[in-house]
C-alpha cells in the first residue's frame, strides 16, 4: 500500500463521515422551488453550500458562483489544474431496500443516492486535496475542487461558472470509471413527436419517465371503456418479461401499470425499459388509429434494440463504441398525441448532420417526426497527452494493471474542460450502480481511490507535469 493510500486508510472515518453528511442533503433538481437565489432549488444549494464550508473550515480559498457553482483552491502559481465535481444527485426513484438519503453502511458498503454518482468521488477527491496539503510537498500549480450543482440535468453551472471563471490548464472528473476515460460521446436531446392528431377514442394516457438520462422504471397507460383487455394475456405478458405491473378500473376506464428497471442512459441495455415494454403489449390489443400509430411507432423503434437501426442512427466507431438511444420521458394524450424524448449518445466520429437528415427521410413514412432539442459535442484527449500519461502511471502503480484508455457514452463534466479526462472511480470489475436503487459505493473502493487522487494531485503540481 502506498504512502498515499495510508493517509486515505487514517482519514477513513472522517471519509465515510462526510459522505453520510452529504448524501443526507437530497439534492434533486426541484424546478418548481427554483428562483434567482436557488437556480436548481433549495437542496442542490444548500449540498454546495455545505461542501464550501467544509472548504473554509480547512482554510482553503472558496468562491461561490452564482449559487449555482463554486470552487475550492489550494496551492500557488500561474496554472490551474481542475478537478470537476458534482453534488446533485438525480431522483431516490422506487424500489430501495436502503434509505436513499441514509447512507447506511452494511457488508463493506456504503448506500445512499449520489454514493457512486457523485458524491462519494467528491468527498474522496475533496480528501485528497487535504491529504496533499498536510504532506506538505511543494506545490508550483493551483487545485481547484469546481463544484456543480446541476450535472444531471444540463450542466448549467459550470457553463455559468466558466463564463466567470478561468479554464483550468488541464484537470480531471472524477465521476466515472477507471482507469481513465478519454472519450466521451456526444449528447442529443431528440423529441420524436406525432405528426396528425385525431383522437381514436382508445388510449386516453400514457406516461412514463422523469429523465431523459434514466432508463424509464414506471409506465402507466389508461384505457377507454370500449378497449378490449384480456387481464390474463397482460400476466402472460409480465410474465415472460419477468416484470411486475396492476391493473386497475376507475369510471370504466382500465389503468395498467408496469414496473421495469431503472439504469443509467449511457447503456440503456442494462434496464428495462417500462415504456417501451407497456407500449408493446398495448400494440397487440389496440385498434388501428392514432392510439396504435403510437404504439406501433415504439414497438419499431426502441422495442427491440437501443442502437437506431430502425431510425436511421446506428453507428459505432473504434473510438467510442456504439451510439445508443434511450427513450426516457414518453408521453400520450388524445389532445396532443404521443411524444418521446429520446437521450442520444453518438459515437466520437459521428456524422451528426448526416445521419439526423436519414432519419428526418426515414420518418417520412411514419407517423412521426423528429426535433432536435440539446446537442453537446463529443470530447476526446489524444492518448500520448502529458496529463494521460501521468494518471496511467498513477493508476497503474496503486493497482499493478495496465491503465486503458476507455471511451463512454456518459457525459461528465470533463467534457467542458479544454483538456479533461473522466478519471475514476468506479473500478474494473465493479456493478455500475449510479442512477439505480441501492446505490452504494464500496469503503475499500473509496479509501484506495481517495489515495489515487492524492498520489494524482501531487505528480500534476510538481514541475514533471508537462513532459519528462
Known sequence: MSNWENEALKRQESLLADLQSLIAIPSVLDESAATKDLPFGPEPKRALDWLLEEGRKAGMLVKNVDNMAGHIEMGEGDELIGILCHVDV????????????????????????????????????????????????????????????????????????????????????????????????????????????????????????????????????????????????????????????????????????LNGKSAHAMEPDNGVNAAVLLASFLNRILKEGQSKDFTQFMFDAFANESRGLFLGLAFNDEMSGDTTLNAGIVTYNPASGGEINVSMRYSVSYLFEEKMTTCMKRLTETPFSVDIGSNSAPHHVDANDPLIRTLQEVYTDHTGEHAELLAIGGGTYARVLEKGVAFGMLFPGREDVAHQADEYVYIDDLVKATGIYADAISRLVSEKTEGE
Open 90 to 257: 438525480v431522483p431516490a426513484g422506487s424500489n430501495w431496500i436502503h434509505e436513499p438519503f441514509g447512507g447506511t453502511i452494511e457488508d463493506g458498503k456504503l448506500f445512499g443516492r449520489g454514493a457512486i454518482d457523485d458524491k462519494g468521488p467528491t468527498i474522496a477527491a475533496w480528501h485528497a486535496m487535504k491529504i496533499v496539503r498536510d504532506s506538505g510537498i511543494t506545490m508550483n500549480k493551483r487545485v481547484r475542487l469546481i463544484i456543480g450543482t446541476d450535472e444531471e440535468s444540463g450542466f448549467r453551472c459550470v457553463k455559468r461558472y466558466f463564463e466567470k471563471e478561468e479554464m483550468p490548464t488541464i484537470g480531471f472528473a472524477p465521476d466515472a470509471d477507471f482507469p481513465i476515460i478519454n472519450a466521451e460521446k456526444g449528447i442529443a436531446s431528440i423529441l420524436f413527436k406525432q405528426k396528425v392528431v385525431t383522437s381514436d377514442g382508445q388510449l386516453l394516457l400514457f406516461k412514463s419517465g422523469n429523465r431523459t438520462n434514466m432508463v424509464p422504471d414506471y409506465a402507466e397507460a389508461h384505457l377507454a371503456e370500449e378497449v378490449v383487455f384480456d387481464n390474463e394475456q397482460f400476466v402472460t405478458f409480465l410474465n415472460i418479461h419477468d416484470v411486475t405491473g396492476g391493473v386497475s378500473t376507475d369510471s370504466g376506464k382500465t389503468i395498467i401499470s
